[in-house]
């Protein structure tokens, strides 16, 4: 089966309906080449402490440009929350790598708006992403995070994630300081029916 196989047959499920505990509704559908601008307005709207650790600048558009590219050829697998505007409220992302040893790993990332967080969109996210990740023969799923990102390191850790590696002055921030990675890791079968309270973004 082709990677554009794959992909088509773990998004059969998309786009979904879901209402938050506030009883707004939004639709979970896979991210398209049109949604560059919608993706730009989500991530200026972010909070600076959000944007500090981003992989990627998403408020830049050629690096939004290049992530759409990356879903059009399958490596990577993203999810958007959108409201009835189009608007963006959230998303999730699986990566595959296409090296034969990590092909059956994936990195998980999930980013929501502060103005949707506490109100079930990142459990929403998480569990769906990781349906997909399933479908698409991932067995082992990744999330990279600094040590001082407690939040996520605790929403991660109640999801089944482990630490496996710390490496020292990794990454550097917007700012241009240096800060440690956490690797934190957990084995994809049966995991998204425990996912009870995950995420409370």
């Known amino acids: 089966m082709s990677p554009h196989e794959s992909v088509a047959m773990a998004l059969q499920a998309f786009p979904m309906a879901i209402t938050l505990e506030d009883g707004r509704d939004l639709e979970l559908r896979p991210a398209a080449q049109g949604d560059q601008d919608a993706i730009v307005a989500f991530a200026n709207a972010l909070p600076e402490s959000d944007l500090l650790f981003l992989r990627v600048d998403i408020t830049q558009p ?3 440009a290049n992530w759409l590219h990356n ?3 399958g490596e990577t697998v993203s ?3 959108v409201d ?3 608007e963006v409220s959230g998303y999730a992302t699986v990566d595959r790598n296409a ?3 990590t092909r059956r790993v994936g990195e998980i990332r ?3 708006a502060a103005s949707h967080r506490s109100q079930g969109l990142g459990r929403h996210l998480t569990s769906r992403i990781f349906d997909v990740a399933r479908s698409l023969g991932l067995k082992k799923l990744t999330a990279h995070m600094t ?3 407690t939040g996520a390191h ?3 850790t109640r999801l089944g994630f482990r630490p496996e590696a710390l490496l020292a002055d990794y990454i550097e921030d917007r700012d241009g300081k240096v800060h440690d990675l956490t690797i934190l890791s957990y084995d994809i079968d049966g995991l998204t029916s425990q996912v009870d309270d995950p995420l409370r973004l």
């Open 154 to 156: 605790a929403a991660f």
């Open 79 to 81: 999810l958007l929350a």
């Open 99 to 101: 090296a034969r040893w």
């Open 84 to 86: 009835a505007n189009g």
């Open 110 to 112: 999930v980013n929501v």
């Open 62 to 64: 050629a690096v939004v």
């Open 71 to 73: 879903i059009s050829n």
């Open 147 to 149: 040590p001082n990102q």
